[in-house]
């Protein structure tokens, strides 16, 4: 996938048949390098104490930035992997749909690093912020 070429409809098709699929995410937009995607929760998203589980919630934002660096890989990588991830929750939700932005803090020729911000789409509180680095992964 160039980066030219990528679209919100291409990289819905990612996610099915796989985690992000069926947690029900959906990307929303691909625009100047970020990614933004939705997900509406539902009871298979809660933790036994009835909350979002945080889980979830990092799952989103990581696909939000793992699609985001996909999308801006350097000339000649093939790949990425994540090697870090951080997750600082301000919030939770039972119910209504949460939303993720992901947007570029580094975009290295090794290595990547993204932040996303989850938020209540209802509400516009921050659920929590992420930051992750991927490492950029070259044909051998």
């Known amino acids: 996938m160039s980066k030219a070429a990528v679209s919100v409809d291409q990289l819905n098709a990612l996610g099915q048949g796989k985690f992000p699929g069926y947690l029900g ?3 929303t937009g691909v625009d100047n390098g970020e ?3 939705r997900m509406a929760v539902q009871a298979h998203h809660l933790a036994p104490n009835g909350f979002l589980h945080a889980g979830s919630v990092v799952t989103l934002a990581d696909t939000c ?3 985001a660096c996909r999308v801006n890989l350097p ?5 990425f992997t994540t090697i870090e991830l ?3 929750y301000l919030g939770t939700a039972r ?3 949460i939303t993720c932005v992901a947007k570029p803090a ?3 020729r090794t290595t990547q690093v993204w932040d996303a911000v989850v938020t209540h789409a209802d509400t516009g509180k921050t659920i929590a912020l992420f930051r992750c680095t ?3 992964l070259y044909p051998k």
């Open 35 to 37: 990614v933004a995607a």
């Open 86 to 88: 951080k997750s600082n």
């Open 25 to 27: 995410m959906e990307i």
């Open 75 to 79: 000339d000649g990588a093939e790949n």
């Open 65 to 67: 930035c793992g699609y």
């Open 134 to 136: 991927q490492m950029i």
């Open 106 to 108: 580094h975009l290295g």
């Open 95 to 97: 119910d209504g749909v």
